[in-house]
Every structure is written in C-alpha cells, then in structure tokens.
C-alpha cells in the first residue's frame, strides 16, 4: 500500500512504539511524533507522573522537541501523530504551534477535545484551524490503553 493511508500507518506504527515506552516508564502508554516533509522534528511520550509535570502530555513533548529542532515554535505544514485523540490543552497547542494535519489513533470519549467530547477546532474566533484524520490504527491503540487500566484495577 503506498499513499497518504500507507504514511498514516506507518507514522502512527512509530507513535506506537513511542507509546510502549511511555508504559515501561510507568506512564500511561501514549506516544506522538511530528512529522514534516518526510522528516520526524520530534517525539514525545506521556510523561506527567515522572517528570511531576501535569502539561508533559505526549503531544505536549513532540511539540517541544520539533520546535527546539527547528528554533521556532510555530510549525507549519507539520502533521502530528498521536496515538490517543488529544485533550483540550495539547489541541490549543496545536493551534498555536500551528499544526497543519492532527492525525490520532484511539478515540478518548471521556476527554477529547477534537470530536468526542467537544471539537476545540470548531470553536469561533481561532486564527488557525487543524485539520483531523481520526482512528489510524486505532484499535490497537485503544487495546493498549485498555490493557494498561485493566493490569492497575
């Protein structure tokens, strides 16, 4: 398969592993990348618990490290991958990182901010809108997400 599907699953496979990580951390198991041109500018596991940082949300870091990459915090034409649909916070983010393309895995119905519980990009009077591709190799995302809660119940 070639194509921008071929390339969302590919990315998202990446995010993934980057997902696995943030769970051998202790963390809950959601990874993100941003991507550009073929290009990852950067990575980010879930991080709150170990670093005692309630925004170092996986998006949050990918953002952080692909800015400090290219020296400006704006990043235009970027496509961010994420393995579980963002919250409220890391979707304002997006905006005024001005990612291009949000494309994530598993759905959050408790807390989604791009489509579940509320559409953050929807919302009158940003100066920058996301575009959003939902659900790429979501259910293995979500199964990981759910293992993870079963195992701590």
Do not use: K, Q
């Not at 940082?53 to 704006?74: F, K, Q, S």
């Not at 953050?120 to 939902?134: D, I, K, M, S, W």
């Amino acid at each position: 398969m070639t194509g921008p599907v071929a390339d969302h699953e590919r990315w998202m496979e990446r995010a993934l592993a980057l997902a696995d990580a943030a769970e051998a951390a202790g963390e809950v198991p959601v990874g993100a990348l941003v991507v550009r041109d073929g290009e990852v500018l950067g990575e980010g596991t879930n991080a709150p618990v170990g670093s005692s940082d309630p925004t170092a949300h996986a998006e949050i870091n990918a953002l952080r490290a692909a800015a400090a990459a290219v020296g400006n915090y704006r990043l235009p034409g970027a496509t961010l991958y994420v393995t579980l649909e963002p919250c409220l916070m890391c979707a304002g983010a997006l905006v005024h990182a001005r990612i291009a393309e949000l494309v994530y895995a598993a759905t959050d119905p408790r807390a989604g901010a791009t489509g579940s519980m509320v559409d953050a990009f929807e919302l009158p009077g940003l100066n920058h809108r996301v575009a959003v591709t939902g659900g790429v190799l979501g259910e293995e995302a979500g199964e990981r997400l759910r293992a993870f809660f079963r195992a701590r119940r």
